[in-house]
């Protein structure tokens, strides 16, 4: 009787652990207690870790109010978990405001974030690179400068062109960086994931507004974007992560409300699903966004299905949700 006891104390435990470590299931919108925007997204170890940007303007506000990002994971997409904020803008001593767009990315055992700040001494946003040991951090900075700024890029003359930095690391370990607001740039860089390997370029995509995105699935590469405004997403695909591309439409549409949409796509346990922001979280409006995310499906010319904004995925567990 005794053991029997101790074993349903050990079991009653476990339960309690998980129901520390995990919160409750959550139909979209994925955060609920804070207005969330610009997902990034990263699968390791059998769970998904979604990054966000913290929005906290007031209902009165006129402009974005955001100075952390946050971090939050998940072994089933129905249950997340809360890490807080491992980076802010005031991680790059160079930085002066604004936690903008981000990326997230691993290679080898490091995770290198690269996010959007606002420049002190050069006028405009620029683009940093934390880097941790964790997925949840803490980051710090990787270079003790800026990787890109405004100053770099001549196509435009507004100062927000050097925004929404997206990475993408192809089969052969050539990296790929691929950022910017009404004009489409990328670049090549180096293996040590914090200098650019070569010239700065540029891709003429249809109506491109900002939130590059390129993923890969079933050896095509899709890159996929904001496009117009207010915003809907779009994608091309090609047979290279530089292209040529072939414009293959829109798969998400507007927002009632906000103007933005910033896409984010991942395989996770055999299903694919995008990340997303929209208006649906009470009190939320154009600067006080909330994080969403859908199943994104196939068809079997390899296009992307139109995307629907619904109460969220079903529940998929991978390995990793044995562990709790």
Not at 119 to 130: D, F, L, Q, S, Y
Not at 147 to 169: C, G, R, S
Not at 269 to 276: E, Q, R
Request: charged fraction near 20%; charge should be negative.
């Amino acid at each position: 009787m005794l053991k029997q006891n101790k074993r349903a104390a050990a079991i009653g435990m476990a339960v309690v652990l998980a129901c520390i470590a995990v919160n409750a299931p959550a139909a979209n919108p994925i955060v609920k207690n804070i207005y969330t925007g610009d997902p990034a997204a990263l699968v390791d170890n059998g769970r998904v870790y979604l990054y966000v940007g913290h929005d906290e303007a007031s209902a009165t506000d006129t402009d974005y109010r955001m100075n952390e990002w946050r971090v939050y994971s998940s072994c089933d997409m129905a249950n997340w978990t809360d890490h807080g904020s491992p980076v802010r803008f005031s991680t790059f001593a160079w930085a002066g405001k604004d936690a903008w767009a981000g990326d997230i990315v691993k290679r080898g055992s490091k995770y290198y974030f690269y996010s959007t700040v606002d420049h002190k001494t050069i006028p405009g946003k620029a683009i940093g690179v934390a880097v941790s040991d964790s997925p949840t951090g803490p980051f710090v900075d990787a270079r003790g400068s800026a990787l890109i700024t405004n100053d770099m890029t001549q196509q435009t003359a507004i100062p927000w062109d050097d925004i929404d930095p997206a990475v993408f690391i192809d089969t052969d370990g050539q990296a790929y960086i691929y950022w910017g607001n009404t004009v489409l740039k990328y670049a090549k860089l180096k293996a040590n994931m914090m200098e650019l390997d070569g010239p700065i370029l540029t891709f003429g995509m249809d109506a491109f507004t900002e939130a590059a995105y390129m993923h890969q699935h079933a050896g095509t590469y899709y890159l996929s974007y904001s496009r117009n405004f207010p915003e809907e997403t779009a994608y091309s695909t090609g047979p290279t992560p530089t292209g040529p591309w072939h414009f293959r439409g829109a798969i998400m549409d507007k927002n009632a409300v906000v103007k933005t949409i910033h896409q984010a796509i991942i395989e996770f346990n055999g299903k694919s699903y995008i990340f997303y922001h929209n208006d649906k979280l009470p009190g939320g409006g154009e600067y006080r966004r909330s994080v969403a995310v859908e199943e994104l499906k196939y068809k079997p010319d390899g296009t992307i299905e139109f995307i629907h904004q619904t109460t969220g995925p079903a529940a998929n567990p991978s390995a990793a949700c044995k562990a709790l």
